[in-house]
């Protein structure tokens, strides 16, 4: 079809759930909710490495954004693939950061396939190697809240742990995937940035884990020695949890 020939002169493939090379932990971790189709540009292999998922919300501030980097930089610097959206705000910080440090990225975007892959950066990391862009949308299709919302559990299934940078309480995509995961499918840890925030605090009720300000070892290392599922998770040090030592004590916000 005329689609079909559009997508090819774009180096966009589309695969099914019945394909071979189908990304396994999708299926592994999403069960029947793995999405049926997937259309991609840029090596596939990527996808199936694993990684961090660095997500969060489009409204942000100068501290967001620097730690936001900070974590996609240590994450490239240490081999990890940093998996995020593709939107404005944490979602671009994270791949940008992890993309300049010359680590890999996967982006899993809800719209817009077509045009993004011609974005002269992104082709440039697609054939360099560096960059995955998928999505389980047509590759023309136009932004819908309920797609964001739905290619949040990609972005989940296909990391080793995931970190919420900030979320909206009660609403806004980066919500309802952190919501999902915790309660539906606990299939990947979740982190939250440590910070006093309405909705950081109640994914820690529900069974967020507080990020560590400190490895122990390199986050290659760490990422995949951590539990797989959301259960109970280790106890941290109080120098990962941010606790300070000091005779004096200091906020830790």
Known sequence: TQALENWRGRAIWVISRADEEYPQILKSKLKHDAPALLFGCGDLELAGKGGLGIVGSRRTDDEIESFTREQAQQAANDGVTVISGGAKGVDVFAMESALHAGGNVVG????????KVVDRSARDAIVEGNL??????????????WKAMDRNKVIYAFSNATLVVNADHKKGGTWDGAWKELTKYKSTPVYVRNKDTLALEALKEKGARPWPNKFESDLATWITQEPKENDQAPPLSGEQMGFNFDDEPHSTN
Request: glycine content about 0%; charged content about 20%; cysteine-free.
């Open 108 to 115: 899993v975007l809800a719209d817009s396939l077509m045009s």
């Open 132 to 145: 995955l862009l998928i999505s389980p949308f047509d590759p023309e299709s136009r932004f819908q809240v």
